[in-house]
């Protein structure tokens, strides 16, 4: 059971440079999201797909860029990155958002500094 | 739209001591409420959600949360901790439609201290 995989762990990088971060789940879930978490702020929704080639803005999409060919994966591309940028970012994933109510699960974070 | 609060960022209690993490949230709408643990350098793992029906929770590890409607108000609650329950604790809502996408509110930080 492979869960849910995000890659770089770790990652340090330069202001202006492109950057994508990798989510990987094997459980086929439908909906996928990306969240970044900053102290005294929680967990806050960057972008979410419903399904292979749907995605949505979250609540502070501005510099970051996704998109789901396949529904496996989900990746989040900071294009020019700037050191507001710098945090700890989650994917997670869901089966289903509408009716019945699934927990979203959660990988273990991308912890990204940009210098 | 919903916003989540949590009253307090840190809680320090003595191990096998009880403990309440309080979380309050404001809604338009009916939704769901969730508690989720974060243990050091992981991700976050869900203790225990309410979706309808019984106000009283239970979720893993010993927790427990009690949904009051009236006062808008999701505490999370145990009876006697372990070290091993330090750790940073996330409340958080969604609604019931859609992509139920989750609202966090800022976390509060558990030290059990021996």
């Known amino acids: 059971d492979a869960g849910i995989t995000q890659s770089p762990r770790y990652k340090i990088t330069e202001t202006g440079r492109q950057v994508t971060l990798m989510c990987h789940q094997t459980?086929?879930?439908?909906?996928m999201f990306w969240y970044r978490q900053d102290l005294g702020h929680g967990l806050r929704l960057i972008y979410y797909s419903a399904a292979a080639d749907i995605t949505d803005k979250g609540e502070v999409p501005d510099g970051y860029v996704v998109s789901r060919s396949k529904t496996e994966n989900f990746p989040l591309t900071l294009e020019s990155a700037t050191r507001s940028q710098t945090s700890v970012y989650f994917c997670?994933?869901?089966?289903?958002?509408?009716?019945?109510?699934?927990?979203?699960?959660f990988g273990d974070g991308t912890r990204l500094s940009i210098l | 739209a919903q916003s989540v609060t949590q009253l307090d960022s840190q809680v320090p209690v003595f191990e096998e001591a009880p403990v309440e993490l309080r979380c309050n949230y404001s809604s338009s709408v009916s939704v769901y409420l969730f508690w989720y643990v974060q243990y050091p350098n992981q991700g976050l793992q869900l203790l225990l959600k309410y979706l309808s029906g019984s106000t009283l929770v239970k979720g893993i590890n010993g927790f427990e949360a009690e949904f009051n409607k009236s006062q808008t108000s999701f505490h999370l609650r145990k009876p006697s901790v372990h070290i091993s329950d330090t750790a940073e604790y996330f409340c958080a809502v969604s609604g019931l439609q859609g992509a139920q996408k989750l609202v966090f509110g800022q976390g509060t930080r558990l030290t059990i201290n021996p």
């Open positions: 459980w086929s879930h439908s909906y």
């Open positions: 997670a994933s869901s089966v289903s958002g509408t009716g019945v109510n699934q927990p979203q699960h």
